[in-house]
């Protein structure tokens, strides 16, 4: 393939563009007119926001689920609810959205940053134990795009270490571990649902549990204190207003019915796109495969990019000539939270900046991601990625 670049002023492989995202059609605004017309707008006067609960609850396996205004408040919310706070500490993986350390640090806890394992972007759990404190009150993996963290080796160390696991779960509707979906494998989890995510109301979260007490917890909380049997102005705990409006409810449970086709679709161009990358451009690496996951979200598909197989050009660098050619659902992923300078303001420079994650840091460097609308689109869309990438490695070599 010897054509001139786009970046360089070429014809771009594609010019139109991919899957819209959201998806949506005459339900929602079906849903939303009746929320609209029966004057019920909030969840203490109308059904829509509690029966979501319940059917996204046994969607993911779990028996109680509280909605709340977005995932950041559904974690902090966990946290809260299982008593952790000023002085504790919780281990969690530096790799992921500033969400999952600023819910810990909103808390009063601080956030233990351990690498992550090559080839999954997920917590390495080999090196949680060395981790562990008399300060450790809990361990928060991240299923990072929808891929399972390894929920085997987590449980057995919070089991031996009498720690809570709060799962972040913000990219994982639907993903499972050995046959059982995440969220409420550990104490809790919580779940995303804002403009990007794979089900979305604009924004929305829920937490996810198989403890009643704690689902009860958080309830009274999210709900400025009171407890379900109690008065209208008795306020038990201090707590928050974190209620979802019936607007997203209504829309979460369309939203919801159409999820199980949407992950089909997902896991197969998913497939369709690794197996053409796979045989046709090398450096581009796709995720390490493991059976114990048996299903996953494909929020996102992460691929590890290596230069020397384009010439020397940074991973930046590929995701501008990509774009240009008209890949636009193409990014280059998360900064290491270590080196974010807000995390390191909000824990002090001083007890962060000196970390060495190098997995982690390779990541931030070395990482390509693609977004899970477009792998709503069919073959042709994949091969145009693949088109694409093999045009700009032919340029480069």
Not at 93 to 114: H, L, R, W
Not at 206 to 221: F, M, Q
Request: net charge negative.
């Amino acid at each position: 393939m010897t054509h001139k670049l786009a970046i360089d002023g070429g014809k771009p492989v594609r010019q139109q563009p991919f899957h819209p995202w959201p998806v949506y059609d005459h339900q929602e605004e079906e849903a939303l007119l009746e929320v609209l017309h029966s004057g019920r707008w909030g969840v203490l006067d109308g059904t829509r926001v509690t029966e979501f609960e319940k059917q996204f609850a046994n969607f993911q396996n779990a028996q109680f689920g509280i909605c709340v205004p977005n995932g950041t408040l559904a974690l902090q919310l966990a946290l809260i609810a299982l008593g952790v706070g000023p002085g504790d500490e919780v281990i969690t993986t530096p790799y992921t959205f500033i969400a999952t350390a600023s819910s810990i640090i909103q808390v009063g806890a601080a956030p233990v940053f351990i690498d992550i394992q090559p080839g999954t972007h997920n917590i390495a759990p080999d090196l949680i134990e060395g981790a562990i404190t008399p300060r450790t009150r809990a361990i928060m993996p991240v299923h990072l795009s929808g891929r399972p963290a390894d929920m085997d080796a987590i449980l057995a160390l919070a089991q031996k270490y009498n720690l809570f696991v709060i799962e972040d779960a913000c990219q994982a509707w639907g993903s499972e571990w050995r046959g059982k979906k995440v969220g409420a494998i550990g104490n809790a989890g919580g779940f995303s649902f804002q403009a990007s995510k794979n089900i979305t109301a604009g924004e929305g979260g829920i937490v996810i549990t198989n403890d009643e007490a704690l689902s009860e917890r958080c309830w009274s909380i999210h709900n400025v204190g009171r407890i379900r049997a109690g008065a209208w102005y008795q306020h038990e705990v201090l707590g928050w207003n974190l209620r979802l409006p019936e607007w997203e409810g209504a829309i979460l449970q369309v939203q919801l019915a159409r999820l199980p086709g949407h992950m089909l679709r997902r896991e197969e161009n998913v497939n369709y796109l690794t197996r053409l990358i796979q045989a046709e451009v090398p450096g581009l690496i796709p995720p390490a495969e493991d059976p114990r996951i048996t299903a996953h979200s494909h929020h996102l598909l992460i691929l590890n990019y290596q230069p020397a197989a384009f010439g020397g050009h940074s991973r930046d660098e590929f995701v501008d000539a990509m774009s240009a050619e008209g890949i636009t659902p193409i990014s280059n992923g998360y900064i290491p939270l270590h080196q974010s300078p807000a995390i390191q303001r909000a824990m002090g420079e001083a007890n962060i900046a000196h970390l060495s994650l190098p997995v982690a840091e390779q990541a931030g460097r070395k990482s390509l991601w693609f977004n899970q609308h477009i792998f709503l689109g069919t073959h042709q869309d994949m091969e145009d990625i693949v088109e694409a990438a093999k045009k700009i490695q032919t340029a480069w070599s």
